[in-house]
């Protein structure tokens, strides 16, 4: 077998990156709370303390450093960046104040935005863009509703067709339909799943 | 009489009515009025729509908040979930001109606004502040002695603390002096704290590694010799009560472990009918814990 | 008539690289009053000096104006130079034209004119400068050290073996600090009671040092030189003059209670001394658990005592001490890990803390030296020790506590040393070995086994049977999430500031660093003077440290005091506010503003004056400004000179 050299050039690495993901969430979280990022001494605390790292190949405290060195497309390209739950635990617990979670979703939003959305997660959004819910009633709740003695839909975008098509809307003026791939038309995600 | 804005979600009302219903008449008995949202939506959830694209979850959850907040009360959510999405669209609408005049211009087409004056509270925070710990306590006509309870707290209801403000997010008491207060024990087990998997679109993508997740604790509480786990969210309570069965399928492993929402626990105490509690509609039947509790009357 | 001459530094390039030197010259030396005015390379240098001191003589200059540095740097170089060649020394101005011109702007036009007028203010005012003299204010030739550790006993014997009295005040019940808590001390492993012990007595021989244990100091009030201290000398429950330190009272009390000196690992009496080397060794009734004191019943102590020391009566005393300057060296306080929900203490049996472990580990500690469980009282077999708790921790102390990396392999290597079986695992996230022979001490742990494990500690969880804590924790070197099921976890808790330091700090009027503990007049230059002239800070109050920096600390300490008490008189600097006692009127509004309680209100035959202190006056001008008829002038800062300044830079517009 030929002998190949496995080394990282950082003068490869794209050293824009990192401005561009605080450019990404700037808006929402505030520029500190991205650039925390930096601040991270590799300690493993978070890695230490995440419940997904503790069964997957998910590692918070990898995803920090190549963010912060600009492995772009390891980091958005990586199925391990969606093993994360959002449960905080290490954003508690980082002796930085490195705000884990929220670095975890901004590059998440990064990824959507490469086309990196799996299409379980394009499913999920599609019900909200049908029917307002995540989680939408079924024939079987609404007869348990009844039983309960409530109403048999609740008093959501269920029971108001004008709130469902504010939902609708507001979706498609944050440009949501076209992240998700949502074809109006059809009501159906574009492309086959 | 005490009113709230009922958010609502979509889990509670669309898979776990039972939590709805007990959670509405057990508030009535304490003089307190759930009002409806009418069209609210999904909050969004926040692990999940935030991380597809931030403004839309952003908007989705100012809109919910704003239509809330025009019966003129405070906004009361079931779920950790939902209770995650508005807290954080509160917070950081509240703390940014700039981002709440953006929403706001996309919701105006809408015909809303949000205004950022109502406090979004959680079901658990209306139970131990507003009742309070002494009165549920005086109120039990069932006891519930004898019943090891495993509390399980979820994750978006305590973290980020420094956001949330809810005390220690390690240690937390709140559930467990509930618990107490029913005259069951709620009994410590291992990694209590831990997140039960359902969260950050893991269960949608990964299912086996969100019941890998589940399976690790519904162990660890058996293993504490628990009876059921008191949970206070419905996302948690989805994966505690239907993981179970996801579990079975794909692992071969039968816990029976019941799941009770903490107001469903309060019911048992008042006397509820299992009926009403909507226990049977759920995956995991209640009955081994049932038993215990009339057992423990006799 | 009068003479001034100009003197415009190049600092280099550091101010002719942004403003134009020459030009500038020739600008000023046209300026009214100025006779000459000259540039030249380095102002502060002996050529530069020499050249002003020549002119003064040569040309009859009257009054000087050196265009260059912030005046914090040379003004005193260049006083001096007046003064060697007959100038009044006041008869100086500096304009700061680096600092606050080339330094802070890059317009080449723009900066040369701000000089410009930076030189025409300093003109405006030097013409009107009075000649003034330093005031002289007798020193009392004492040192008061407050705190009683390491660094107050080096302190105090420096000074007093340089032959100058100290009074040393140590709010325990003896003097030795938290050193004497320690078993053995890093990097050599000798016995922290073996070489602290010997200085503990010479304290107690020196015939200069007054000592006052279980003692506080209530209340100082003075300046520099000429201090007054309150100091409660808290009862003991006996008489100290007739205590032999026999020891027979802590031997027959009934009563236990846990010793906070153990740092509740081990039990003392109601009556104790803190260990068996205290100095003075005599005890203390603790009020809150004796029996006789809290029932009425008991009295035990008194039957036994042979000289009939005790009096459960005997109540505190006050005693004033007057001193010329004072050193503080209160020391620090563990940090408590109760707070770090994610580890446990207090609630998991077998995590305890690194002083824990020091009393465990001390020969004259609970259990003579054999480190054991508290759950069971077994040897623990396998030990982790978790650093950086409470340390470079944003949720707790954001600094590193610069000791618990040491002391965690010295307490490592030394159980290794007496149960070589035992498997010792250090979690870090950087190991900071920077002292003298630090390196060297951890590559020691390394030869003997001990594994170092890279990665902050993310939980610990107690498996319920044994006791035994579970450390969970990346290993950051194998990328792995690792589980560790031990006997024993010590917590490297670091230093942090006294609880009760604000008292201290309010007493003095110190100032504070972001970290809490005691700040420094200069993070480089001035380590151990304070702003509060007269007072300087020894050992951890200032932040946290080892012994070795600590001592040295505290001969610097030393050393400072002893610059303001080894004379006799001190110079003050004139430069204080006066009151013109013709036209005040007692209304005391300058008292309120004056920060440094250098006012008085005076009561003469028929009406009040303000009298201003001129050893504490700092020349602030704030009750210059309070006062609402103008009688207090601050010396060279007057009403007229100000506008003076103002004219010349706006050309008469005001
Ligand atoms: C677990 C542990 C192990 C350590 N091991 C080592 C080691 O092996 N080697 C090493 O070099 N360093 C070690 N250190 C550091 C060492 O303990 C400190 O450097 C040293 O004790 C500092 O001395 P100090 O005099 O500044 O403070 P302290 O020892 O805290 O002394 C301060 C004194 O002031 C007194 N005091 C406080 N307030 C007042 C007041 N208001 N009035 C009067 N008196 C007051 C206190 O009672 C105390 O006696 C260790 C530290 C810890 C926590
Ligand atoms: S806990 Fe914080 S500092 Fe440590 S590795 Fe994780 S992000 Fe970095
Ligand atoms: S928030 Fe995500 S990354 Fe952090 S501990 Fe939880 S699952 Fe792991």
Request: proline fraction near 4%; glycine fraction near 8%; include cysteine.
């Amino acid at each position: 077998m030929p002998i190949t050299r496995n080394i990282i050039r950082i003068n490869d690495l794209n050293s824009g990156f990192i401005d561009e993901f605080v450019e990404s969430g700037r808006k929402i979280f505030g520029e500190d709370v991205l650039r925390s990022v930096e601040l991270c001494i590799q300690c493993g605390c978070c890695t230490g303390s995440c419940p997904s790292g503790r069964r997957t190949a998910f590692r918070t405290r990898k995803i920090f450093r190549e963010t912060s060195l600009g492995f772009k497309d390891s980091v958005l390209g990586s199925d391990d960046l969606w093993l994360c739950t959002t449960c905080y635990t290490c954003y508690e617990r980082c002796p930085r104040g490195v705000k884990t979670t929220d670095i975890i979703r901004v590059l998440r939003n990064m990824a959507v935005r490469e086309g990196y959305m799996a299409d379980a997660h394009r499913m999920t959004a599609s019900y909200v863009f049908k029917t307002g819910h995540g989680v939408p009633a079924n024939e079987e709740v609404q007869k348990q509703r009844v039983e309960l003695g409530l109403n048999r839909l609740p008093p959501t975008t269920h029971s108001f067709p004008e709130a469902l098509r504010s939902v609708q809307e507001v979706l498609r003026l944050t440009g949501f339909d076209e992240i998700v791939g949502f074809n109006w038309e059809t009501m159906e995600l574009r492309g086959r799943i | 009489m005490k009113e709230y804005a009922t958010f609502l979600g979509c889990i509670i009302p669309n898979r776990y009515p039972g939590i709805e219903a007990t959670s509405t008449s057990i508030l009535k008995y304490f003089d307190i009025e759930l009002l409806p949202i009418n069209g609210a939506s999904c909050c969004p959830a926040p692990g999940v729509f935030s991380c597809f694209h931030l403004e839309s979850w952003l908007a989705i959850a100012a809109r919910n908040i704003a239509i809330g907040e025009e019966t003129g009360q405070d906004i009361v959510t079931m779920c950790n979930g939902c209770y995650g999405s508005l807290a954080e669209a509160n917070h950081l609408l509240n703390g940014n001109k700039e981002l709440k005049d953006k929403i706001n211009e996309i919701l105006s087409k809408v015909g809303c606004e949000f205004k950022g004056n109502s406090k979004i509270k959680h079901m658990i925070e209306v139970f131990s502040e507003d009742i309070g710990v002494k009165k549920i306590q005086e109120s039990m006509k069932n006891t519930l002695d004898g019943i090891k309870v495993c509390t399980h707290y979820g994750c978006h209801f305590l973290k980020p603390s420094e956001i949330k403000k809810h005390g220690s997010s390690e240690r937390p008491r709140f559930l467990d002096d509930i618990v107490r207060a029913t005259g069951a024990e709620s009994i410590d087990y291992k990694d209590k704290t831990m997140c039960c998997g359902f969260g950050g679109g893991v269960r949608a993508k990964d299912i086996d590694v969100t019941l890998d997740f589940t399976r690790e604790k519904l162990k660890n509480i058996i293993l504490a010799g628990g009876d059921c786990i008191v949970d206070q969210c419905a996302s948690c309570h989805l994966e505690f009560d239907r993981g179970q069965a996801e579990i079975k399928k794909i692992y071969g492993e039968e816990f029976r472990l019941p799941v009770l929402y903490f107001t469903q626990l309060i019911g048992l105490g008042l006397g509820m009918e299992q009926k009403k509690l909507g226990l049977e509609f759920q995956n995991i039947p209640a009955q081994s814990l049932l038993d215990k509790i009339n057992g423990g009357r006799k | 008539m009068t003479n001034i001459g100009v003197y415009i530094c190049h600092c280099g390039t550091n101010i002719a690289g942004v403003v134009d030197v020459e030009g500038l010259t020739q600008k000023v030396a046209k300026l009214k009053d100025v006779s000459l005015a000259k540039d030249y390379k380095y102002m502060c240098s002996e050529p530069g000096q020499d050249l002003i001191r020549e002119d003064i003589k040569n040309r009859n200059l009257d009054r000087v104006v050196v265009a260059a540095c912030s005046p914090r740097m040379h003004e005193n170089t260049y006083k001096k130079v007046l003064a060697s060649a007959g100038l009044n020394p006041f008869l100086l101005e500096i304009a700061n034209i680096r600092e606050q011109a080339s330094w802070v702007h890059l317009d080449k036009e723009k900066t040369t004119d701000k000089a410009l007028d930076l030189i025409k203010m300093a003109v405006a005012k030097v013409r009107m400068d009075e000649p003034l003299t330093s005031l002289s204010a007798n020193v009392i030739q004492r040192v008061l050290v407050i705190g009683a550790g390491i660094a107050g006993i080096q302190t105090s014997l420096d000074i007093a073996n340089i032959g100058f009295d100290v009074v040393l005040v140590e709010k325990e019940q003896s003097i030795g600090g938290r050193m004497s808590q320690l078993g053995k001390t890093f990097p050599t492993l000798d016995c922290s009671a073996c070489i602290l012990t010997p200085k503990m007595v010479e304290v107690s021989l020196n015939p200069r040092i007054k000592l006052f244990t279980y003692s506080e100091v209530e209340e100082i009030s003075g300046f520099i030189g000429n201090f007054k201290a309150k100091i409660r000398k808290k009862s003991r429950g006996l008489d100290e003059s007739l205590c032999t330190g026999c020891g027979l009272c802590q031997e027959k009390c009934p009563t236990k209670v846990p010793s906070e000196y153990d740092e509740k690992m081990g039990k003392r009496k109601a009556i104790y001394t803190l260990f068996p080397q205290a100095v003075p060794n005599i005890p203390v009734i603790d009020r809150a658990s004796c029996l006789y004191i809290t029932k009425g019943k008991c009295g035990v102590c008194k039957k036994v005592c042979p000289a009939g020391a005790i009096d459960y009566e005997r109540t505190d005393e006050f005693i004033e001490e007057e001193i010329g300057a004072v050193v503080v060296a209160t020391g620090f306080d563990p940090f408590d890990p109760v707070s770090k929900e994610e580890y446990g203490f207090g609630i998991y049996r077998n995590v305890i803390t690194g002083l824990q472990l020091e009393r465990l580990l001390h020969a004259a500690g609970p259990t003579k030296g054999e480190v054991v469980r508290p759950s069971d009282g077994a040897i623990p077999k396998r030990i982790a020790f978790v650093q950086c708790v409470g340390s470079r921790d944003e949720h707790a102390n954001k600094y590193c506590s610069r000791v618990c990396c040491m002391y965690a392999i010295k307490n490592a290597l030394l159980i290794k040393e007496h149960h070589p079986e035992s498997e010792i695992f250090i979690y870090y996230i950087d190991i900071r070995a920077f002292g003298k022979g630090y390196e060297e001490f951890y590559k020691r742990a390394q030869e003997n086994g001990i594994k170092f494990m890279r990665g902050r500690v993310a939980e610990i969880f107690e498996e319920q049977k044994s006791r035994n804590p579970v450390i969970r924790a990346d290993d950051t070197l194998l990328g792995m999430v690792t589980e560790n099921e031990l006997d024993m976890v010590v917590l490297s808790v670091g230093m942090i500031p006294r609880s009760d330091s604000s008292k201290i700090q309010k007493m003095l009027g110190l100032a504070a660093s972001p970290d809490g503990f005691f700040m420094e007049a200069h993070a480089k230059l001035r380590p151990v003077d304070t702003l509060v002239d007269g007072v300087f800070l020894a050992g951890t109050a200032q932040g946290p440290k080892d012994i070795p920096d600590t001592v040295a600390q505290a001969k610097g300490a030393a050393s400072g005091a002893l610059e303001v008490i080894s004379h006799k008189t001190l110079q003050l600097s004139p430069l204080i506010s006066e009151v013109d006692e013709r036209l005040c009127r007692g209304c005391g509004d300058c008292k309120d503003v004056c920060e440094y309680g250098a006012i008085e209100i005076v009561t003469l035959d028929t009406h009040k004056v303000a009298r201003i202190n001129p050893a504490i006056c700092k020349g602030c001008g704030a009750c210059a400004v309070a006062c609402c008829n103008g009688s207090i002038k601050l010396r060279n800062y007057t009403d007229s000179i100000t506008f003076a300044m103002l004219d010349a830079t706006l050309g008469g517009a005001v």
